[in-house]
Structure formats: structure tokens, C-alpha cells
């Protein structure tokens, strides 16, 4: 796949929720994923570890009321979109995020991705 249909594939996935299996079907297996200083998992390397992370971020939302991303924007072997939440996480109150992401595509599978967004406390 090319750069443009793995961002087209993931911004779908992502429009449907199915974050998973955005994971399953386009991440590679030595997937590097980066978060800013002050979330909870700065750095995880690897399939398995990216499935964890995903997981672990599953377990401290207690409800979803909205999410919106942007198309991408694609240039070489990478692409952005912005993907705005609204959620409310467990024993917090509702709480809107907001973030840039930065993924690199190699042989036609998400090799890295980076998030640029202001961390916040969770649990309040």
C-alpha cells in the first residue's frame, strides 16, 4: 500500500472507532510510538507493547461522547491529521483532547507514530 491509502485506511478505521483494528490491520510489527512528556507512556516499541498502550488508554475512559479527525495530510512516507476527543475518563470530569499525529509509513505498514498534544490528568 502507499503511503496515501495507509492514511486513508487509518483515518477510516478511526471515523468507525475501530482503533484495533486500524492496529491489526496497518501498524508493522516493530511499531514505535511516542507521546509527549507527561502522558503516561512516553515511549512503547513494538506490536504487542502499541496493543497494551491502546488497552491501558481503553481502561481509564468511562465514556466516549465524541470524536472527530481530520483527512490526512501526506507528504513522502509520512502523514498528519488531527484527531479532537471528547471523553470523560474514569473518576474525572468530562474533558475535550486535542492532538496532532505524526505517522511514518514503511513498506506499506505505520512504522512510527508521534503525538503533539498538552497531557492532562486523567484523574483530575
Not at 502523514?79 to 479532537?84: D, Q, S
Not at 492532538?99 to 490528568?121: A, D, H, M, R, S
Request: proline residues 5%.
Amino acid at each position: 500500500m502507499t503511503t496515501q491509502e495507509v492514511a486513508n485506511q487509518l483515518v477510516a478505521y478511526c471515523k468507525q472507532g475501530q482503533f484495533n483494528e486500524a492496529i491489526n490491520a496497518l501498524y508493522g510489527d516493530n511499531i514505535v510510538s511516542i507521546e509527549p512528556d507527561g502522558a503516561p507512556m512516553k515511549e512503547v516499541r513494538g506490536l504487542d507493547a502499541v496493543k497494551q498502550k491502546s488497552e491501558h488508554f481503553n481502561s481509564m475512559v468511562e465514556e466516549v461522547h465524541g470524536m472527530e479527525i481530520s483527512e490526512p495530510i501526506v507528504a513522502d512516507t509520512f502523514f498528519a491529521c488531527t484527531m479532537k476527543m471528547d471523553v470523560t475518563f474514569k473518576g474525572a470530569p468530562r474533558s475535550s483532547m486535542e492532538e496532532v499525529c505524526l505517522y511514518k509509513v514503511e513498506n506499506g505498514k505505520i512504522t512510527q507514530e508521534e503525538f503533539f498534544f498538552t497531557p492532562q490528568n486523567p484523574q483530575g
